[in-house]
Nanobody, 124 residues
């Protein structure tokens, strides 16, 4: 059984930074394609960032240059560093895992496992 647990969300002022963590248990994260998504009230879940098992990273245009995804295989954890936060970044952030490493990285259906989400609120 694979479980993903996000942490690190909170309230921050615009221009500030937050770091999210996604702790993975049940299987080694080294073999997984990992992604971060977010969902604001009344909207669909949207792609934020992803990292291939071999380290290639992908970002949504809206966060490129401000967010950084990384993985620590030794600690079975994936991170999302968020800088220069904007009020429009406010959402629940979800971590996701794809054991098959296939399919378009921004597609929610690609991912088999999801965390429960962590709230990020950016005040103006």
């Amino acid at each position: 059984q694979v479980q993903l647990v996000e942490s690190g969300g909170g309230l921050v002022q615009a221009g500030g930074s937050l770091s999210l963590s996604c702790a993975v248990s049940g299987r080694p994260v080294s073999g997984y394609f990992m992604g971060w998504f977010r969902q604001a009230p009344g909207t669909e879940r949207e792609f934020v960032a992803a990292v291939h098992r071999f380290g290639t990273t992908y970002y949504a245009d809206s966060v490129k240059g401000r967010f950084t995804i990384s993985r620590d295989n030794a600690n079975n954890t994936v991170y999302l560093r968020m800088d220069s936060l904007k009020p429009e970044d406010t959402a629940v952030y979800f971590c996701a895992a794809d054991p098959n490493n296939s399919g378009p990285y921004s597609y929610t259906g690609k991912y088999d496992y999801w965390g429960q989400g962590t709230q990020v609120t950016v005040s103006s």
